[in-house]
C-alpha cells in the first residue's frame, strides 16, 4: 500500500475525499469513502456524540452525510478515529489515574457494538475485494501470525500478590476470600471449595496464592510463554502487597527472568499522576530484575496521554493497558494492535497497544461467574476474536492457580491455551506480537520511523 495525491495506475485505488469528483480515477478499480469536514470538526470541540445512527448497515456516531458519489455514505475514518483515539474516555477524564469501567463507556451509553471498529475494517475489506473482483484483480490472502497462526492470543499473568510471610499472608488471604464468597457473592460452594483448596495446599506444602514458577514450569511444558507483569512501586492501598528490593521476593520472581519469559512492568495505580512515577518504576524493575519491553497498568488505572509519552520515554515497546475491568471485548472496538495517538502533537505514539479482551476477574468479581459458567463467555471471546484473525490480550492472575482464591480458574486458563492452539491460533508472549506488528507497520509512511526503531 502506498499513500498518494494521484490514482494509482495499476492495482486499486482507495480514494478519501469530500469532492464530489475526483478526476483521473478508474471508477472500476477505485473505492471512494466520503471525507466529512463536519465529523471532523466534532472531534475538535468537548461535546461528545448523543446518539447512534445505521448508515450503510453500520453503527455510527458521526453520521454527517457525506460525498453523493461515495461507496461509503458516512466518514469512515473519523468514526474510527473517534473510537480507536479513546476520544470519549480523554474528553470525560477527571483526575488523572481514574479507572474506565464499561458501565460508564460510550458503547453502554448510547448501545454501540464493541467490535464497532472491526466492522468498519471487515465493510472496508469486502468492498475492496468486490473491486478488485470487478477490475480482475486477485484478492491477497489474509496475512498469518507468528508461526503461520490464524490469529493471536497474548498470554499474561498480573503478579498482584505473593505470599511474603508464607503463613501470616497466606491466611490473611484466605480470609479475604472467604469473606469475598460468603458476605459479598453469597456464594457459599465457592467458599466452601475455596477452603479446601488453602486446606489442601496447606497439606501438601504447596504455595497456594504465588504459583508463579509452577505457572513457569507448566507453560514452558506446553511449548508456550506468557508476558508476567511484576509491580515495583506502593504509592496506594490498591498497590500489591510485595516489594522487589524484598531479596526473598527478588530471588522468588527471579525465575522469570531466568526462564526467558517476557517479563514486563505492572504499573501502579498511582503511576501517571506525576511526571517521573511511572519511568521510575521501569527502572527500579531493570535494576531488580531486567529491563521490561512490555507493561500493563495495575487496576487498569491510567491517564491516556501520561501513560504513552512516559511509555516513549522510558522505553516500553508495547501495552496491554487498554481494557475494561468490567467486561470483555475490545475497548477500543478493535480486536488487533494498533499504536495509540497523540491529540496534542498529532502522530501516534511509539508505543503498540495490544488490547486486553479478557480477564479473570472480569468474569469472576464483576459478572459473577463461577468456572463452570464462565466458560461459555471465553469460548465466545475466543471464537469472535479467530474468527476476525485478530490479536489481543488475556490475563489471568497467578493467585488463582492454587484453588484457594477463585475454585476453578486456574483450569480454566489451561483449557483456553488449548483452544487458541487447536483453532490454529498462535498462544504466545507480548513481544513476539509488539515484534511482528512493528516489521509490518515499516511499510506504512506514518509508522515507520517508530517502527525502525525497534
Known sequence: MEYGTVPARDGLTLVYSAAQDVPGVDERRTLILSHVPAAWERLDGRTDPDRLATVDGLPVVLPEAGTERADVSFDLPANAFYFLSSWSERRARGANGA????????????????????????ALLA??????????????????????????????????????????????????????????QRDPASAARAVAGLLGAALRGRDPYGCVPELIARESALGVRASIQVAVARRHPRDVNYSVEDPRVAAYLRVVRDSGFDLCLHGSYRSTEAPGWYEAEVERLASALGRPEGSRQHYLAFDYDALFRAQERAGI???MSVGYPDHPGPRAGFSFPYFPYSLAEDRPYDVVEIGLVLMDVTLQSYLRLDARRAWGTIEACLADLAAKGGAASVVWHPIVF??????GYGELWWRLV?????????????????AWWRARACAYPSFAPAARAA
Do not use: C, I
Open 99 to 122: 479507572r474506565a469501567l464499561y458501565a460508564d463507556s460510550v458503547y453502554a451509553r448510547l448501545g454501540v457494538p464493541q467490535d464497532v471498529v472491526d466492522r468498519y475494517l471487515g
Open 402 to 407: 492454587g484453588n484457594a482464591r477463585d475454585p
Open 127 to 184: 468492498q475492496l475485494a468486490r473491486v478488485a473482483e470487478r477490475a480482475g484483480l486477485a484478492w491477497p490472502a489474509p496475512a498469518r501470525w507468528p508461526g503461520g497462526a490464524t490469529h493471536a492470543v497474548v498470554l499474561s499473568h498480573d503478579v498482584d500478590f505473593l505470599p511474603v510471610r508464607p503463613l501470616v499472608d497466606s491466611a490473611v488471604q484466605g480470609a479475604k476470600t472467604l469473606a469475598r464468597h460468603l458476605v459479598r
Open 418 to 434: 488449548d483452544a487458541v492452539r487447536a483453532a490454529g491460533g498462535a498462544a504466545t508472549d507480548g513481544r513476539t506480537v509488539n
Open 317 to 319: 515497546r508495547y501495552d
